[in-house]
């Protein structure tokens, strides 16, 4: 199962190199990570997604909350989170037609065009994993020069 | 309000052991840490020099281990902090309180690839509970309380202090704060009576019961609490290896240590068992073979400190988290509470009590005078009940485990997790320190014994009497048995030819070196080494032929043991 994994810890040099260091002895992977401060200056939350079996999640869980840096760390429930990633796309335009396929394929998935030049072109595009899957999908026909992507932000709907 | 007072920082750090009860200090100077180094002219701290940093961690290590508190070792940057990093791993692998100082380059430096420096954080930080390093003087009080309070709370384990030589230097307004706060730090938990109860409702409608004591244990000295709860419930104690003589093993209900090297009738006993209350184990797989055939057949209560151990290795069915004495304890009041006590010897009972019966009688043992059976338990003989047991690593390490039976609870301790060789003598030097008053022995093997000798310069310069008893079988014994047993007799880089002479290298010391080859001479050098008021070795010369067996090889379950033929 794919997991999103919410983890406050103190604002500290180094956390980040334990928190990775603890999923590579640990025999876990990242999927995808991000890390930024909170509205608190003292703390840090990273977001990791990461994929294992049920009991593999647990024991990744209680292995987080077992370090004394982090504070709170939580399995978030995709279906009660908000989560979004932010993407950047350089596509390659070999015809007249590809700029405009292009234009119409980011405003189908809500993406933004930056950069526009003559051999090449840049797309914005924030979403979920899965949509800026998709979007990969359908743009490599036109041949893909460089992806960039952050990493899942989430945050648990209120009330959830 | 405490009062603000200058201070180095070094001078701080030593103020703030103090006041956390620190006598001594296992150790070895060099330039970064020579500042802390020279606060000992000034304290009443006592500084125990080392050869080698590795034993100065073993020594903390040993001393924490038999006192509960954290032992604390020093090392200088770079080198001096590498040194002990195996000592580190193996306190962190066996959950031991320790508190390793570390000299680091000057702040400015760091980074720079100066002179011994090493990033002995990044290093350390998978083996360690935590690692601080203070930027500044005035951080270094608060440091050491945090230090101290996580290395011995909760799951015990070793915590380092990285101090850069300026920070030692540096002159600042010094604050020992009696508080502190360390938020995702929670190492206690309420006793958890609902599921105590379920425990004992589980146990008392199984029909094979069994009490497996781990570690953890003897860490929480749950000693009578175990007891209270084995002879009520009337269940048969098995243990691991590290949590040999949680249970006294001269006790009618005890089978002993199962695993790799278990005793056959406390593995015979753990795979017919139907529920199993594991206490403060992590289900090592040299305890329990392979995860799917120990857990297949079995309903486990765990109890355990930790929560990350609860389905780690094994699926619980109940579990209770907390300290094990805590949750014991309460056990022990609910049964009292529902007056419930076992007198009647269930089938069960008689069954574990007849398999044991027949394993006293029919394990084929060596044939010789000097079989390892027959030299531990001369030792056993003796040794006062009291006596504190440290070994070294390989085959005289489960000999002991087989043959050398711990009375008194929590006098029996080994590099057990991490498997360190070298470890039991300088671990003896340190439980030594810890309790001057008992005898202490390194049950030890030549190749494991090699590796920490130079602490014979230890033991005799700082008058610290143990013993060491050295099964010789000039090889790498337990190497050499799985050579002969899965390499064809491929015997490959396991002789030690007799090399060095272990009764002159002890006396090459100062040391006391006595040579035994007849039951008789081993029957006088232990008297002989119990009487004296220096360090000994008995050096015993073995068959190194002989295997210790049972086995049960890896990656198989404890119902495939091999027996001797």
């Known amino acids: ?160 | 309000m405490n009062k603000m007072e200058n201070m180095t920082g070094a001078k701080a750090l030593m103020t703030a052991m103090e006041k956390e009860g620190v006598k001594q200090v296992f150790g070895l100077p060099g330039g970064a840490n020579l500042p802390m180094y020279d606060e000992f002219a000034r304290c009443d701290i006592r500084h125990i020099l080392v050869r080698h940093e590795q034993s100065a961690a073993h020594m903390a290590d040993g001393f924490g281990r038999v006192s509960r508190k954290p032992g604390v070792c020093f090392a200088t940057s770079g080198p001096g902090a590498t040194n002990i990093l195996t000592g580190i791993a193996t306190a962190q692998a066996d959950s031991a309180p320790m508190i390793a100082v570390t000299g680091q380059v000057p702040v400015n430096m760091i980074g720079k690839d100066a002179f011994q420096e090493s990033d002995i954080i990044g290093m350390a930080n998978p083996v360690v509970k935590y690692a601080f390093q203070p930027r500044t003087a005035a951080e270094v009080p608060e440091v050491v309380k945090k230090g101290f309070f996580i290395a011995e709370t909760g799951r015990p384990g070793p915590v380092l202090i990285d101090i850069p030589k300026d920070v030692q230097i540096n002159e600042e307004p010094m604050n020992f704060p009696d508080e502190f706060k360390i938020q995702g730090y929670h190492p206690w938990a309420d006793p958890d009576i609902v599921n105590v109860e379920k425990a004992i409702d589980m146990l008392l409608h199984a029909e094979k019961p069994i009490i497996l004591a781990g570690g953890g244990a003897i860490i929480s000295s749950a000693f009578a609490e175990l007891q209270a709860i084995a002879e009520t419930l009337m269940l048969p104690v098995v243990t691991t290896f590290k949590g040999k003589g949680a249970f006294p093993e001269t006790h009618p209900l005890s089978l002993g240590p199962i695993g790799m090297h278990g005793h056959a009738e406390a593995n015979k006993m753990m795979t017919e068992a139907d529920c199993v209350l594991a206490i403060g184990t992590r289900f090592s797989d040299r305890s329990v073979g392979t995860f799917e055939a120990f857990e297949k057949r079995l309903k486990i209560i765990h109890m355990d400190v930790d929560p990350a151990e609860i389905g780690k290795n094994q699926t619980a069915q109940i579990a209770v988290i907390g300290d094990v004495r805590v949750n014991l304890r309460v056990m022990v009041k609910l049964l009292l509470q529902k007056a419930i006590k076992k007198t009647e010897e269930t089938p069960w009972i008689k069954h574990v009590k007849e398999t044991k019966a027949y394993w006293k009688e029919n394990l084929k043992l060596h044939p010789g005078e000097m079989g390892a059976a027959k030299i531990l338990r001369k030792l056993r003989e003796l040794l006062p009940k009291e006596s504190i047991i440290t070994t070294e690593v390989g085959q005289h390490q489960m000999w002991a485990s087989l043959f050398y039976d711990v009375i008194q609870p929590g006098t029996f301790f080994s590099s057990t997790g991490l498997g360190t060789m070298g470890w039991g003598f300088p671990a003896a030097i340190g439980a030594k320190v810890a309790k001057p008053d008992v005898p202490v022995v390194d049950i030890a093997g030549d190749g494991s014994f090699s590796m920490t000798e130079n602490s014979l310069a230890t033991a005799v310069l700082e008058d610290i009497p143990v013993i060491v008893f050295l099964l010789n079988n000039s090889s790498l014994g337990m190497v050499a048995q799985w050579q002969r047993t899965f390499y064809g007799r491929r015997m490959i880089g396991v002789d030690q030819q007799s090399c060095p002479d272990y009764v002159k290298l002890a006396e090459s010391y100062g040391a006391q070196g006595i040579r035994a080859q007849s039951m008789d001479e081993l029957d006088k050098a232990i008297k002989t080494a119990l009487s004296s008021n220096v360090a000994t070795v008995i050096d015993i010369p073995i068959d190194p032929e002989e295997d210790v067996l049972p086995f049960v090889a890896p990656g198989t379950s404890l119902s495939d043991m091999i027996l001797p033929s």
């Open chain 1, 1 to 160: 199962m794919w997991a999103i994994l919410s983890i406050l810890v103190e604002n500290k040099p180094g956390i980040l190199f334990k928190i990775t260091h603890l999923f590579r002895s640990r025999n876990f992977n990242i999927d995808s990570i991000s890390v930024g401060i909170t509205e608190n200056p003292d703390y840090s939350k990273m977001t990791i997604t990461t994929y294992g079996d049920e009991k593999q999640i647990e024991q990744i869980v209680k292995q987080l909350d077992k370090m004394i840096d982090t504070v709170k760390v939580e399995h978030l429930d995709e279906h009660k989170t908000v989560f979004r990633e932010l993407s950047l796309f350089k596509i390659k335009l070999s015809n007249a037609n590809d700029s405009m396929e292009i234009n119409k394929l980011a405003n189908a998935y809500g993406g933004k065009v930056h950069d526009v030049k003559k051999d090449s072109i840049m797309v914005e595009l924030t979403a979920t994993p899965d949509q800026i899957k998709a979007f990969e999908e359908l743009a490599k026909p036109f041949g893909i020069i460089d992806v960039a992507r952050t990493g899942v932000a989430a945050l648990q709907r209120s009330g959830a």
